[in-house]
Structure formats: structure tokens, C-alpha cells
């Protein structure tokens, strides 16, 4: 009687340093798991240079494709996340990189001929070719529309909205009233495009539409005088296809 008593006193013992003892597989699932999120994998140089790849192709300008993410590629990347709504990082995630690769180059709110469009509300400027093809996406920032009061100067940092053109431009740098612009189209009551070191993320200018200066002095270039701009948000668009279609006229009369 003693002795079944003790075997079951040894069973019992046993039986309960089973349940407390975690078991292998447990042990070696959750780490395994855990290591396999692909969220937390980081890009190999080869997917960084098949993103910059595709984001040229789209007209997000990156200049080298070499799988180097540079001041360059990071603004592409920035110009690509203001214009799909995604969060602006210039970070390029895994989460970023299939979003280009699976992305769809921008479309222009106008067709079918050369102009510029800036997109107020995401903060980009598009660059069309005569068939209204996009050949370049530039991040922008924009009139703060918020008022200022700097260097005897005050007023209401606000871009126009409408259509407009290029009426006179310079190379290089420009000394302003508030500041110096470099490469500056000037396009309306002396507000310009032009290159800034420094380009928010938000609109934060007192007016004038700043690009990134890697950009400016190519922008500058393909900004003839009397290119058209259309400025516009969600509430305001104008076309500019009858201006489009009367410079054509007019370039037709004149070769006759």
C-alpha cells in the first residue's frame, strides 16, 4: 500500500514538470515567425535600382539609374509619394517599392499639349510634352496661405489659382525682396517657379512655387516664354486648350 502510494506521488510529480516545461516548438515558432515579416526585410541595391528604373520611366526624374539612393532619387521618391496620397517619408520602404512597381505613370488634367500643371493640394508639378504626355514630376511647395510680415514686407503667402504663362525668366540666381531665387519663370505679379534649397513638404512659400534645385536649371530650359501654366486645386480648374489651339492657329499663319 506504501509503495503504490509513492508511485503515484512520482507519477504526479511528472506529470506536472510536463506542463510547465515549455515545449520546442513553441520555443522556436514565435522567433521564426516573428523574423519573417517582409515589412522589416531592407531593400538590396539591385530593387533600389529597379525602383529608380521605374520611377524614371513614370517622369519622376532620379538622374542616375545605379541603385545609389541619393538627394536626387530621395526627390523622386517624394514627388511619387505626394502623388499617390501616400505618407511622405523619403524613406524607401518594401511597402514603397511594390507601390512603384505596380504603380501608373501621373496623368495631366489636360491633354494634347505642351503646358505645366501644379496640383495644389498634392503638391507637385507636372511637365507635359506636346501630346500631353507627363515627362516630369518635381515635388513643389507652395503659398502657405498664411500671413507674413518679413523684412518691411506683409501680405498673404498665396498661389494663384488659373491659367497663365511664362513672361520673362532669368538664369542663375535672383535677388527678391524676400529672398533669392535661382533659375526663376516668372509667371504672374512676379511670383516664379524656381529652384530652393529648400522644399517642404507642405506648403510653406510666400507664394512662389518652389523645385527642388537639382531640377531648376533643366526645368528652366524646358520653360520656353509663353509656356502655359495651369495652377489649380479641388475646387478650381481652368482648361487652356483654347489658348493652346489659338498659338497653333497663330503658328500656322505665320509659316503660310
Same mark, same amino acid.
Given at each position: 500500500m506504501c509503495t503504490l502510494k509513492k508511485l503515484a506521488s512520482v507519477i504526479l510529480l511528472m506529470l506536472s514538470l510536463l506542463l510547465l516545461t515549455p515545449t520546442q516548438t513553441t520555443a522556436i515558432t514565435k522567433p521564426d515567425k516573428h523574423r519573417g515579416r517582409a515589412p522589416n526585410r531592407s531593400l538590396k541595391q539591385a530593387e533600389v535600382k529597379e525602383a529608380e528604373a521605374r520611377l524614371a520611366e513614370m517622369g519622376y526624374g532620379t538622374g542616375r539609374v545605379d541603385g545609389v539612393f541619393d538627394a536626387v532619387t530621395r526627390n523622386a521618391l517624394i514627388a511619387f509619394q505626394k502623388y499617390e496620397g501616400r505618407d511622405v517619408t523619403g524613406r524607401l520602404s518594401r511597402e514603397d517599392f511594390d507601390a512603384i512597381m505596380s504603380a501608373n505613370a501621373p496623368q495631366p488634367r489636360d491633354l !494634347? @499639349?505642351?503646358? #505645366?500643371?501644379v496640383d495644389l493640394d498634392r503638391q507637385v508639378l507636372l511637365l507635359t510634352d506636346g501630346s500631353g504626355v507627363v515627362q516630369r514630376v518635381l515635388p513643389v511647395s507652395t503659398g502657405s496661405e498664411k500671413h507674413y510680415h518679413e523684412k518691411g514686407m506683409s501680405g498673404l503667402a498665396y498661389t494663384p489659382r488659373g491659367r497663365f504663362r511664362i513672361y520673362t525668366k532669368l538664369k542663375g540666381w535672383k535677388k527678391s %525682396?524676400? !529672398?533669392?531665387?535661382? @533659375? %526663376?519663370? @516668372?509667371? &504672374?505679379?512676379g511670383l516664379a517657379i524656381h !529652384?530652393? %534649397? &529648400? #522644399? +517642404?513638404q507642405s506648403p510653406q512659400s510666400h507664394g512662389c512655387i518652389r523645385i527642388p534645385m537639382s531640377a531648376a536649371a533643366e526645368i528652366s530650359r524646358l520653360? +520656353?516664354?509663353?509656356?502655359?501654366v495651369l495652377i489649380y486645386d479641388k475646387q478650381s480648374f481652368v482648361s487652356a486648350k483654347d489658348w493652346a489651339e489659338a498659338d497653333k492657329q497663330k503658328q500656322e499663319a505665320n509659316i503660310r
Open positions: !494634347g @499639349y505642351r503646358h #505645366v500643371e %525682396p524676400l !529672398g533669392l531665387l535661382y @533659375y %526663376p519663370n @516668372y509667371f &504672374s505679379d !529652384g530652393n %534649397p &529648400s #522644399v +517642404p520653360l +520656353p516664354l509663353e509656356t502655359i
